[in-house]
């Protein structure tokens, strides 16, 4: 199957790239807008690629609720350490 690829070629910092959007709010200079056409195998199937892109975002959800949890947990670690500091010296 043919399909047609529209972008941007874009300058910055004496390279030369493609995108898909205009990139300049990102410091690229566009030259002109291109188009490719390219020939996608019949047989492609893009489902084991998002997969991995979506268990990938769900591992870094994950770490991150965790990293926000420990941080709660040292606040309130430290909460406590103050309150039992002042209740002993009261």
């Known amino acids: 199957m043919k399909t047609t690829i529209k972008g941007f070629i874009t ?3 004496g ?5 898909s959007a205009e990139m300049q709010e990102y410091g690229y200079a566009t030259v002109m807008p291109y188009s490719i ?4 195998p019949d047989a492609f199937d893009p489902t084991a690629a998002q997969v991995a892109l ?7 959800a994950r770490a991150d609720f965790q990293a926000r949890i420990t941080e709660i947990d040292r606040q309130i670690q430290s909460l406590l350490a103050i309150e039992h500091q002042e209740a002993s010296h009261g």
Do not use: N, P, R
């Open 11 to 13: 300058h910055c910092e």
């Open 15 to 19: 390279d030369f790239q493609f995108f």
């Open 37 to 40: 056409e390219v020939e996608i």
């Open 54 to 60: 979506l268990e990938a975002s769900k591992q870094k």
